[in-house]
Every structure is written in C-alpha cells, then in structure tokens.
C-alpha cells in the first residue's frame, strides 16, 4: 500500500461515505522523510493515568509554552514534527502555528497536538491521520498498561475500561534479515513434495482399541489455528522440557527414597504437552501412514488413572481432562497471575478459556448479584422437541441447512434444535424456583430470583459441547439423545456477550461495567468461523466418534486411520456433539519490548 493510500484526514467517514482528498503537505512530508519522525516521537509520548489519552512531554513535568506569545493556556497548542518549536492555535482566530509554518521553509507544515498526541496540518488548519503516526500511539498505550505491579496498583484504581482493553495494532509478518535467512538455511531441511493433494498435517490417527473418542478430539485440536501455530514454532520444545523434568526429578532423589511410601509418583508422570509436541511434529511431518499415538494415551492414562482402560470414554470428559493436563504440567509464567480466565496461565487457557457472567437478581427489590467463571468450553442443551415452535426457526440463524433429511430418520426424537436457539436458551433468564432461593444482600432475607448467564470475554477458539447424553437419576436410566441440531458455519457471538445482554436489559441508559470487572469486553473479535466437528454415531454404550476438518476451504472426515474428503452438505447432517469455532480475526497485541526507533 503506498503512503498516498495510508494517508487521509481526520475527518473522513468509512461507512458509505466519500473520503476527502488527503493532505498534499503530510503526503510531501512522508514522501521526504519517511515515517521515522514519528516514530521518533514514540520516546516522547506520554499516557494520563486518570484519562488515558496520550499526550508529547519531552519531560513528565514539562509545560509547554506557546514560542510566539508564551501562553500555556491556548485551546490548542502544537509541536512542529520538523523542529520541535511550540506555537498555538486558535481556531476562530489567530494561529502562531501557522504564522511558524509560512515562515519557516517547507518541511514545517506538520505539527502535533502536544495535549492529545494527533496530528495537525498549519497550513490546511485541519487535523491529518497517518496510520503510522498512530501506531506509535498505541505502542505508548500498550507500554503504559504493562508497568510494574507496585505502579499499575496506583493507576489501575483510575483507568477506564477502554484502557484495560486488550490493545491492537495491525500485523506485521517477520521478514528474516541477512543473518536470519543463513540460520534457517544452515538448519533447515525441505519438505519433501506432497503428491496426495490433502492438505499438509492432514493424517490418519490408528484406532488403538475403543480409542476413537481419543483420535477425533486430537484431530480437532491438531488443527485449532492458535494450538498448532504455537506447537509448530517450537514455543514447547519437548527435549528441553525432558531435560529440565529430569534435572528436577534428580534434585527430589533424595526426598523420595526417604519416602516409604512409594517415592514420588507424581514427577513419574509424563508431560501431556510433550506428546502433544511430538503429535504435531509427526502428523506434519508429510507422512501419509497413519499414526499411532500411543505414547499420548499412555500418558492421559498416568493422569487421569480413573479413565485408564480399554473401554469408550466420553470425547468431551477426555476434552477437559487433556486441557487440565496440559494445564498442570506446562511450566507458568511467575510474573502473570494463574488464574485461568485471564488466559495467560498456559497455552491451553491461552486458546480456549473464556469468562461466563452469572447475574442472579431479586426478583423483590432488584438487587443483582453478579459472579464470574472461567471456562474452556459451553455445555448447551438442545431446545425441547416443540414442533413448529419460534424458539426452533431462531431470528438469529444466518443460514439454512441442506442436509435435514438424512438425520431425521430418528424414530426416537424428530425435532430440530438450531446452535443459535440453544444459545438463545443459555443466555435466556431463568426463574429459580422456591428451594433454590438465594440471599439477598439487600433484602436481608431469602428471595425467589431471576439467573441470566452471559459470555463476559470470549476465547480465541470457542468449543461447544451439546448434551446428547441424558441421565435420570429417577428412573435409574441414561439415554442418549438423537435429535438433529442445525450449526452455522459462521457464527455472530456478539448477541451472547455481557454487553449486549446488559445492554438489552438496561437501553442506553446504564451499564452495570464495574470497576472490579475483571476483563474487558471484546465485541470487535465477536465473529467466528467452523473449522472441526466431532460427531457421535449409535447408541450410548456402542456408539463412534468421528471428526471433520475445515481446511483450505474444503471438508474432510477423519474416521480414525480413515480420511476422505466430504461434502459440506454431509457436514451439516452429522450429529454435532462438539463443535469448534475460531475467530474469524485474530488480533496481535504489541510486543512488550520496544524494538528501536
């Protein structure tokens, strides 16, 4: 994109209207100089805890002056980016900062605001916009919001939410410099040409005996965007992480030989995350022959000991149990805190954990209790086989299925639920009957209420897990539940959100947005697109897990060592038991070390 392109004022409108031509004199003064006078700038930006607005001090406890009149309490005052002198600006009357750029040869046109940090033409008298400019700012911010402890303690009492936020800035790729590309050319092998046409990493999975809930659940993960960038770049390096658990088992020799009791079991165990490593280095190392991955089920089996055997499991139970492995055994980070809503604690959180939002009201004075969970996937119920019903046809579905009819041949259940109308029923606000009355902190007694559930912070990938699998604890019986549920390939979540909620309960007129809420909102990351679905066939006790795969646009079934690619029509009539969503945009946060001007 050229500098022409990224240039433009202020005061344009995107949504269908016409931008205004850009500034000729910032377009002159980029086309001379570049973009390191702003950045240049960078060292120079300052963030107002109580505001969060950036402003240019070459010192904290600089006042500027106006060079021309020496007033400081102009409207506007402004520095020249070429010279740094500061003039101000009136704008219904006289401007010294003008005056200084019709003085000055050309190249002084450009100031910036020293109040606001924006950019500012003294010829045109109008505000300009450079992307570049901008940038900087934001790089200020982020650095701002990632102070020591003892400082962010004092500010974050003041800070608003937009300043909490999570910051984004636009992606750069890495370009490798001179010494860069010798490295990965000295160290580096090439792939070997694929002539199958499946897309790379795609593999078959040996079934290892009933192990078919393990091989669907390891598809779908092997190929969730964030998990396999991060594998696949070497962010954990099984060897290193070997070496060190096996430096750390020798420092604890001692202790447990003195134990009689058996030793140390738990540092016998293995790292889930090193056979999830060693799963991605064979599944993308071009071999087509299905892999086994044994060495992953003997380690799940070490953890979780009360699912060790030979029999079906439940592909969702492995799901979580896989995720608090992974979780429990990858190193943290001592300086973030381990919570796993904030999603920094491992890169298992890092990828799915999200926060729900449970508000509980009173149904006699209004009071609201509100509580926050995290959470690595949603557990949703199908909607009650009511034919015909509006719940069923949700306003909020964005497509129709094409492939009804070869999953409505149930003779069991023949209704059909949409993942928006569960959702709609997961978010719906619930009367809690008269045992599950709660104490209101207002009242002082105990009140029947209203529970409203929301999604506070979504995850990067976003799992949903439908119960088909009932339970009744009266009649001493499980079934499992076979009605057809219809899921969009692109999914809004925005509807879902607190926000959105809140705001349909409260208008315009409050948001209950706390000063303790722990995350902020992020509508803008709120659309999602389906890359994998893991489906169940049969009946409770003798039933099949197979996966399909999203990639390059194309559908793919993964049953076990088998893999064809599918229609997607075949995909929308499965029988959807976990489905995973990714975000359609995925946001890159500023490095936390600056790099230099």
């Known amino acids: 994109m050229s500098s022409m392109a990224k240039i433009t004022r202020t005061s344009q409108q995107i949504n269908g209207h016409i931008l205004p031509h850009p500034c000729p004199h910032l377009a002159e003064f980029r086309a001379k100089n570049g973009s390191k006078p702003f950045r240049a700038l960078q060292d120079c930006l300052r963030v107002k805890p109580p505001g969060g607005r950036a402003s240019i001090r070459r010192d904290p406890k600089e006042l500027p002056r106006c060079g021309a009149c020496g007033e400081s309490a102009r409207p506007r005052l402004y520095a020249c980016i070429t010279c740094a002198a500061v003039h101000c600006h009136v704008p219904s009357g006289p401007s010294h900062a003008a005056a200084h750029a019709y003085s000055m040869p050309p190249g002084h046109e450009i100031a910036v605001d020293v109040d606001r940090a924006e950019l500012f033409c003294c010829v045109c008298r109008d505000q300009v916009y450079d992307r570049d400019f901008d940038a900087a700012v934001v790089l200020a911010q982020t650095a701002a919001s990632t102070l020591t402890s003892s400082d962010t303690s004092a500010i974050q009492q003041y800070a608003p939410e937009n300043l909490r936020k999570r910051r984004r800035i636009d992606y750069k790729p890495w370009i490798p410099d001179l010494r860069e590309k010798y490295l990965v050319e000295k ?59 096996n430096a750390d088992n020798t420092s604890k020799k001692t202790a447990a030989n003195n134990n009689e009791s058996g030793g140390n079991k738990s540092a016998a165990r293995m790292c889930l995350a090193c056979d999830m490593d060693a799963a991605f280095s064979a599944v993308f190392s071009g071999d087509r022959t299905p892999y086994s991955p044994a060495k992953f089920l003997y380690s799940w089996w070490q953890y979780a000991a009360n699912l060790a055997s030979y029999e079906q499991q439940d592909a969702h139970e492995f799901f979580i149990s896989m995720l ?274």
């Open 324 to 597: 608090d492995g992974i979780h429990e055994k990858v190193d943290k980070d001592p300086r973030k805190p381990e919570s796993q809503g904030n999603g920094d604690c491992c890169v298992a959180h890092r990828v799915f954990s999200g926060i729900l939002r449970s508000d509980v009201m009173c149904m006699a004075c209004g009071f609201t209790s509100t509580t926050y969970d995290p959470c690595v996937d949603i557990s949703l119920d199908l909607e009650p086989n009511q034919g015909g019903s509006a719940k069923t046809m949700s306003t909020k579905s964005s497509y129709s299925c094409n492939g009804e009819a070869d999953c409505m041949n149930s003779s069991q259940n023949c209704g059909v639920s949409t993942l928006m109308g569960c959702l709609d029923r997961f978010t719906r606000p619930e009367r809690l009957g008269s045992d599950q009355k709660f104490f209101c902190q207002q009242c002082q007694v105990r009140q029947e209420s209203l529970k409203q559930m929301s999604i506070r912070k979504l995850p990067l990938v976003s799992c949903f897990h439908i119960k088909r699998f009932e339970h009744s604890s009266v009649r001493k019986m499980s079934r499992k539940v076979d009605r057809y549920l219809q899921f969009p390939f692109s999914l809004d979540m925005a509807p879902y959100l607190s926000s959105s909620i809140l705001r349909s309960r409260f208008g315009n007129r409050i948001l209950p947005f706390g000063g303790n809420d722990p995350v902020a909102s992020n509508e803008l990351c709120s659309e999602f697109e389906l890359f994998a679905v893991v489906t169940h066939t049969g009946k409770l006790d003798a039933g099949h897990y197979v996966t399909y795969l999203r990639l390059s646009n194309q559908w793919y079934k993964c049953d076990d060592a088998w893999i064809t690619q599918v229609n997607e029509n075949i995909v929308r009539a499965a029988q959807g038991y976990m489905m995973f969503y990714v975000q359609k945009m995925l946001f890159y946060k500023a490095s936390e070390k600056r790099g230099p001007a």
């Open 187 to 245: 160290n580096s092998s090439p792939l070997n040409g694929d002539v199958s046409g499946l897309p790379w990493g795609l593999r078959g999975l040996n079934n290892l005996g009933n192990t078919c809930f393990m091989n669907s659940v390891l598809q779908a993960l092997l190929h969730t965007p964030p998990l396999r960038n991060y594998f696949l770049s070497d962010r954990h390096n099984r060897y290193f992480c070997q070496k060190k658990s």
